[in-house]
């Protein structure tokens, strides 16, 4: 298995360089990706972040220069926040058949997760000591966070409104095609991942600049979303977080579907250990984890279907987060038992695709058997091999 997995990291090395843009960020995938993602090229950089860190120096200075500064409806900017997507001529050339939405060379902010990531990969690379302008960049992550703060004043959450992705996406975090789970959602949605990438983002920023003149407004923000993640979004019938609710007219709507999204939440102080534990039981119960990784999706859940494209499949970015996760939280065991179980998966596949799915008896579906045929070279599945072969791990505040 050694020398296998040898001639795979050598493969992924070399199909890196095909991701690499003329700007020195990565894209987040070939052929259908070929372009700049908030945060397909931030989780990316970060995983390689330990092999090339000019990934990550190269994606905060473009996105940087693309930071929202005003309010567009259409587009979904907003003053200080991290777009989406930003297409190029490669993007048409490669995928001839783009979203309608998507307009050459024009930013597109349709996400709600690019800028709490934005902020903490910023501060990552601050804290550190890479070569960067510290001073440029800190002023990007405060618009960033004010960003946040605005966004807090609505419902005490960091959501967005179901009409802004109104037949576009699914939803505006990283699962933006699980039509099955958010497309039911109307009004004001909070995924329970974001809430935790957001109360990471304004600690960590804290904890980075205490002198910083928002210092009181982002404590009090901190210490609301510690103290009302459990009342809004535990739900106690399943002993396990709801993957979102919304806000219509007053009324909350909970999910009470069995998702990977929680898992995230172990990559922050968001919530305690106790609960920690109940996501670790739940992730690791057979019908989630997989011999190949962990599920978007319990087999156990009425929209359970493995061949859709997030309705229980598994996807590497979300395994990564959730693999960095158990071990900032002290569950290595359970760290070290899905990284084999994705190592595994690498020496299956041999390829770094998008995302792949496995049945109920837990066989690997084949490439064609899948509705939606992942993009066959990913930058986040490239990064998730490569960190889990060289077994990486950063022990810093975020990861």
Not at 82 to 87: A, K, M, P, Y
Not at 349 to 362: G, I, M, W
Request: some cysteine.
């Amino acid at each position: 298995m050694e020398k296998e997995l040898e001639n795979v990291r050598i493969k992924l090395l070399s199909e890196l360089k095909k991701l690499r843009s003329d700007d020195g960020y990565i894209y987040a995938g070939f052929p259908r990706f070929m372009e700049l993602f908030g945060r397909d090229s931030l989780i990316s950089s970060l995983q390689l972040l330990y092999l090339y860190p000019d990934f990550l120096m190269n994606s905060l200075d473009i996105l940087s220069r693309y930071q929202g500064n005003k309010y567009d409806a259409e587009t979904g900017e907003e003053p200080g926040k991290i777009l989406h997507e930003l297409s190029n001529s490669r993007t048409y050339l490669e995928d001839p058949h783009k979203e309608s939405w998507v307009r050459l060379n024009e930013p597109l902010f349709l996400s709600i997760d690019s800028t709490p990531l934005f902020i903490i990969s910023a501060l990552m690379f601050i804290r550190g000591n890479y070569k960067t302008n510290i001073d440029s960049l800190k002023e990007t992550v405060k618009r960033s966070v004010t960003w946040i703060l605005k966004k807090l004043e609505n419902t005490g959450f960091v959501t967005y409104n179901a009409m802004e992705i109104n037949g576009k996406l699914a939803s505006m975090g990283w699962m933006d095609g699980s039509w099955d789970l958010y497309g039911k959602l109307s009004g004001d949605v909070a995924l329970i991942e974001v809430q935790g990438y957001a109360y990471e983002a304004l600690k960590l920023f804290n904890e980075t600049f205490p002198d910083n003149n928002l210092y009181r407004k982002i404590n009090d923000k901190i210490i609301y979303l510690k103290n009302n993640i459990d009342k809004y979004f535990w739900v106690d019938d399943i002993k396990y977080y709801s993957p979102a609710i919304s806000i219509f007219n007053g009324e909350i709507n909970i999910l009470k579907n069995i998702t990977s999204a929680p898992g995230h939440l172990l990559i922050t102080d968001i919530i305690d250990m106790d609960r920690k534990r109940f996501i670790v039981d739940k992730l690791f119960d057979k019908n989630m984890l997989t011999p190949y990784g962990i599920r978007t999706v319990s087999t156990g859940d009425d929209i359970f279907n493995p061949v859709k494209y997030q309705s229980g499949s598994i996807w590497p970015n979300d395994n990564w987060i959730i693999m960095e996760g158990l071990k900032k939280s002290g569950f290595i065991t359970e760290a070290e038992k899905l990284r084999l179980s994705l190592l595994k998966a690498a020496t299956y596949l041999k390829e770094p695709y998008e995302y792949y799915s496995v049945d109920k008896n837990n066989n690997m579906i084949g490439y064609n058997d899948l509705l939606i045929k992942p993009c066959e070279l990913q930058a986040w599945t490239v990064g998730l091999f490569l960190s889990i072969m060289d077994n990486n791990f950063y022990g810093t505040s975020f990861l």
